[in-house]
């Protein structure tokens, strides 16, 4: 247990602080990575997903590219893409990771969303004249909305844990103080900065815990027009 | 494939390591997720904070994993065993939720019958929930192999070889043959579990047919990872 008192004071330290490359710069290069391909992931793959649903085709497709992307070494990724772009450019080559590590939890979210959606639901708003877009955008895609957040907020957790490993390829973010402690055997430093990026993780899985709770509210309230429309049977 | 021509010997030896690493984990995370998951099925209260407390260990990237265990269980940062707890935790994680979707998907019906036929709660848990549970915790320990096999590569960051030394290696030695090599291998271990394991579900599971079942695909397809 000393050795988490080290790693608090370690923490605590005001080197950690102030001066250049704070915690919270770590925390903010972490997060920045962490978002910028997490909105480029959904926005490849909530259309394709949306479509896929909509539509039933390339069902295979995606629960392939969700084993695929399971299966694929982050690291080995990691590693490959930065010796073809160059070490220099390290941070394209791990957003590129991110996204393709990213893309099946989202498009398995966006696609299970909408294929969920009870049949009847969708042939009533078809029914009621509703265009197809109208059925997708304002029928499906709000019945979604949990599943699709749930999607996400695995892209999400996925993407910070590789972005802990890019710091291998040069990338800043929290994993510096991991592979540094590592190489310069201070355990104060690795645990210091394993204790941050395991709080970085569990906050951004609470804020998506969040943003799913509205996202069935969202969802809800969608049914409750379809309870009103009953009452006037 | 010239590289990897030249280098079957330490592909062949790494891909061994790697097996190994990858097989105790997902057999203990099988194991040690059954009493989680069944618990979280029998007491409806205790589901939500059961999941959630197991959900929040997936979270932790494996990195951060790999050098919070040593000082808490008391091993040395490089032992191979951190390595092996860490991949069992994850295991862990991921198929307590299994477990419970699986005994929920068992009709209530034939659970039912199994009671009316006079199997009491413990045989009846063996004989009938269990089996029928079988094709749901199939796709869930699939998915558990498929996230194992990938994660055994982050070990070789604090020194656990697998076929992860070959990304380390190839990248200092500018290899990108190298890489490749260990990433094609990484998969190709993953689809060789993954068959084992479908070919073992037919063997235990003959009554079930070639389709996956609906809450299996789930399991497929929403199940998270962990890099």
Known sequence: M??????????????????????????????????????????????????????????QLTVALAGAGRALPSLGLLTVLTLLVGIGEADRAATVVFVVLGVPSVLAGAYAGVE???????????????????????????????????????????????????????????????????????????????????????VLDAVFALLGYFAVRVASGQGRLSTSTEGHR | MDWFLANTGLVADLAVRHARLSVVPIVLGFLLALPPGVLAWRRRRARGPILAAFGLLYTIPS?????????????????????????????????????????????????????????????????????????????????????????????????????????????????????????????LLAVLFDVLLVALGRLLLPWTGRGATRAGRRVQLTAGGAG
């Open chain 1, 2 to 59: 000393t050795l988490f008192a080290e790693a608090w004071a370690w923490l605590t330290a005001p080197e950690q602080w102030s001066g250049r490359a704070t915690l919270l710069d770590r925390v903010g290069e972490h997060l920045q990575y962490t978002l910028v391909a997490l909105l480029v992931s959904a926005l490849v793959a909530v259309p394709i997903g949306y479509l896929v649903g909509h539509t039933g085709r390339g069902r």
């Open chain 1, 116 to 202: 969920n959606v009870d049949g009847a639901v969708t042939d009533s708003a078809r029914a009621m004249g509703m265009t197809p877009w109208q059925v997708l955008l304002r029928v499906e895609a709000p019945l979604g909305l949990p599943l699709l957040v749930g999607g996400l907020r695995s892209a999400a957790l996925q993407i910070v844990a590789t972005a802990v490993l890019a710091a291998y390829v040069g990338l800043g973010g929290l994993g510096i103080y991991i592979l540094r402690g590592i190489s310069l055997r201070r355990y104060d430093e690795m645990l210091g900065g394993a204790i941050a990026i395991v709080a970085l993780a569990i």
């Open chain 2, 63 to 187: 990195l951060a994993l790999f050098v919070l265990i040593p000082p808490l269980v008391g091993i040395s940062f490089l032992s191979e065993l951190n390595v092996l707890i860490a991949l069992t935790v994850y295991a862990v994680a991921l198929m307590v939720r299994s477990v419970t979707d699986a005994l929920e998907a068992v009709d209530p019906a034939v659970r039912s019958a199994a009671t009316a036929l006079g199997y009491s709660a413990w045989g009846r848990f063996w004989a009938v929930d269990l089996p029928l549970a079988g094709p749901v915790l199939l796709a869930g320990l699939r998915v558990v192999a498929v996230s194992t096999v990938s994660l055994v590569t982050v070990g070789v960051l604090i020194g656990t070889r697998s076929l992860g030394y070959l990304f380390t290696d190839g990248l200092q030695r500018g290899i990108v043959a190298e890489i490749v090599t260990g990433i094609v291998a990484t998969l």
